[in-house]
């Protein structure tokens, strides 16, 4: 995905006037609004929760490392200062009524100087760039974990995707309360910027949320006051309420009449608008948000035909595996205990390493959305590690599917981060493509469609993260060592649109899943066909 990028000038209301706080405010705020846009991607730091967290360790080592660069500067000046002294003391022994020039031994003295302390100390002591030149070796070897302009939009955009799929009060975001869960509150300027950024993507009744609960937290200095004013008329001239975004240029001219900037038109060209936000399904949000709150009960009918099981397996017959219903028509099943406590930690210790920046599609140019956010890594069979192997014929023998490649692709480790999660789709590839013969992808004409998925939940999620099934409306939380297995196809051949669904948005917490996929064709002796359309 490219941004779209528009040229914007540094704000023209820094004036030497402002005292330091305010000119720090004015400053940042610069910053976050020229940075709104930039092309291409960057690290994604924010889209994994391992990587936050490697985040948060370089941010201890930076701390510890400026520490260090202070200490020794600090003690390079104080050297300095010592000898810049001591060249003064020097210089008062020899007076000032006599030029050194006239005897000898002063104009040694002088030389002297010159040559042992100013080369020899002084000079040397100014230009030493150790300690730069070793915080640098530091910095650079943290620079990939250090979050860019486009992590920084994914942040923002994580708050609204979780303000919007979860119903939450703006106030109680910014005041740092999720559910009963709490943190330290938002500063004025991080919520002032959330507004910013639901401005540039067309929220604009979010932006002036976000922006009116910016100025009732905090009184700003009077210049951010003016620039929030002129932010909200901005924000209801996208609304189309010129009269109101009229009156907000005036209450910015009342407190700065001279600044013409205000009185710029109320169209928001000057500000870069980003692609528009993805589309959810008000069902597909609805049902996040009920299993969030545990609101979510299924009705009497269909909770009277459900039920668990212990099925035998197909190759270890006396291994039973533990089984519930989800939904019949069409079967969605959740194996409980399918792995241990031991083998959730080795995935996970598998893929921190690993993972990068999840795409969207089965196709040979799979790309990067706002579809999906988190981070994966692929793991074949033919890797050596005995955790994958073990795990993919495990998978075989409770799904009795064939799930070695290319009969099924590599096992998927994914992580999601702040407000991670996977837009609803459908995990086969022909339902999306009408012209399913000639738009097969390499992987497609060779393995067939995924005909089946079964995803591992490697963890408990504190709250959301559930996986939903919109047009079933069901869904289930993360079950930590459990996995939900279902099909995309029907044994007629046709795929199911029954089987869409989605990842709920991270709320509380981090979310590992480990994901399967068998294909078409290697499952010829392993799934009977049917014959009649719907079977």
Not at 92 to 117: E, M, Q, Y
Not at 293 to 304: C, G, I, S
Request: negative net charge.
């Amino acid at each position: 995905m490219h941004l779209k990028t528009g040229v914007r000038k540094s704000p023209d209301w820094i004036t030497p006037a402002m005292d330091s706080s305010c000119l720090l405010l004015l400053l940042l705020l610069s910053v976050l609004l020229m940075s709104g846009c930039r092309e291409g991607v960057g690290e994604d730091v924010f889209a994994s929760s391992a990587h936050l967290l490697m985040l948060e360790e370089a941010e201890r080592e930076l701390v510890d490392a400026v520490r260090s660069y202070v200490r020794r500067e600090k003690a390079r000046i104080e050297r300095i200062e010592r000898l810049i002294e001591g060249v003064e003391k020097d210089r008062d022994k020899d007076g000032d009524s006599v030029p050194l020039t006239n005897h000898p031994v002063d104009a040694f003295h002088l030389v002297h100087r010159f040559i042992t302390t100013w080369k020899g100390s002084v000079f040397s002591s100014i230009f030493d760039t150790s300690a730069s030149e070793e915080f640098r070796v530091h910095f650079e070897s943290l620079e990939p974990m250090i979050p860019t302009p486009l992590d920084y939009d994914g942040s923002r955009a994580a708050i609204i995707r979780l303000q919007h799929t979860y119903r939450l009060p703006v106030e109680d975001l910014i005041n740092g309360t999720i559910l009963g869960y709490r943190s330290r509150p938002m500063s004025q300027l991080m919520a002032l910027d959330v507004s910013l950024y639901a401005l540039y993507r067309n929220l604009a009744d979010d932006a002036l949320m976000w922006m009116t609960h910016a100025q009732n937290h905090l009184v700003p200095p009077l210049v951010l006051l003016q620039e929030m004013h002129h932010i909200t008329a901005k924000i209801h001239a996208q609304k189309g309420e010129l009269l109101k975004a009229v009156d907000f240029v005036k209450k910015s001219l009342e407190l700065d009449p001279s600044n013409s900037r205000y009185l710029s038109k109320l169209a928001p060209e000057d500000y870069a608008i980003l692609p528009r936000w993805p589309n959810r399904s008000d069902q597909h949000e609805r049902l996040c948000w009920e299993y969030v709150l545990e609101e979510k009960v299924r009705n009497a009918k269909t909770k009277a035909t459900l039920s668990c099981i212990f099925q035998r397996g197909s190759v270890v017959p006396f291994i039973r595996a533990k089984v519930e219903f989800l939904h019949h028509s069409p079967e969605i099943l959740l194996f409980h205990d399918f792995i241990t406590d031991i083998e959730s930690d080795q995935l996970q210790s598998l893929a921190r390493s690993k993972i990068q920046r999840a795409t969207v599609g089965i196709s040979d140019n799979p790309v990067v959305t706002e579809e999906r956010i988190g981070k994966i890594a692929w793991f074949f069979d033919e890797t050596g590690e005995v955790i994958i192997d073990k795990l993919s014929r495990r998978i075989s023998d409770v799904t009795r599917l064939e799930t070695k490649y290319p009969a099924s692709e590599a096992l998927q480790l994914s992580n999601y981060g702040l407000g991670g999660y996977y837009n609803a789709h459908y995990d086969c590839e022909a339902i999306d493509n009408l012209l399913y013969n000639a738009n097969r992808s390499s992987i497609m004409q060779m393995s067939g469609d995924r005909i089946a998925t079964l995803m591992i939940y490697l963890n408990n999620v504190e709250a959301g993260g559930a996986t939903v099934f919109p047009q079933l409306e069901i869904g289930t939380r993360p079950v930590k060592n459990a996995a939900v297995f279902w099909y995309n196809y029907k044994r007629s051949g046709v795929p199911d649109p029954k089987s869409l669904h989605a990842g709920c948005p991270v709320l509380i917490g981090e979310k590992w899943v480990a994901n399967k996929w068998m294909r078409e064709f290697g499952q010829v002796f392993r799934r009977q066909c049917q014959l009649t359309i719907d079977a």
